[in-house]
């Protein structure tokens, strides 16, 4: 399934200075960037602790001989496994859709400030109206 990033109304955008527009796409974005730190920080604690449950296989496990002990470490690292991998992937999709939607934003609204400056420059009116909405097409 494909998503629309075009959005009928994008709302008004704070142009008062770069770091108020940055901070008015975040606040419009707020679920995802939340999301993926969520997700950053399951990935980034699924690194650090791998060497440590390794370690803790080998010494419970082998060193012991103890092999429910070691069955039981294995699971953990493969746990450990998957949920890292997961992780990983979701990071990578929210990441792509952070960088994605506010540059697709921003370059409506560039688009949409063209439209409206473009005949107070020339003196002539536009032939073309533009709006978000009317440049998807139907499937």
């Not at 409506?108 to 473009?118: D, G, H, N």
Request: proline share 6%; glycine share 8%; charged share 15%.
């Amino acid at each position: 399934m494909v998503r629309s990033f075009a959005d009928a109304d994008p709302g008004t955008p704070d142009t008062r200075g770069a770091w108020r527009y940055l901070w008015w796409m975040a606040v419009r974005h707020w679920p995802v960037l939340a999301l993926d730190s969520f997700f950053n920080m399951m990935w980034s604690a699924g690194l650090a602790l791998s060497p440590a449950v390794i370690g803790e296989a080998v010494n419970s496990g082998l060193v012991a001989k103890d092999q429910t002990a070691l069955i039981g470490w294995g699971l953990a690292v493969l746990g450990l496994g998957i949920v890292t991998a997961l992780s990983a992937l979701a990071v990578e999709r929210l990441e792509l859709r952070v960088k994605v939607e506010p540059g697709y934003r921003t370059m409506q609204f560039v688009t949409c400030r063209t439209c409206e400056l473009v005949p107070r420059s020339t003196g002539r009116s536009p032939q073309v109206t533009w709006s978000p909405s009317a440049s998807r097409t139907s499937a």
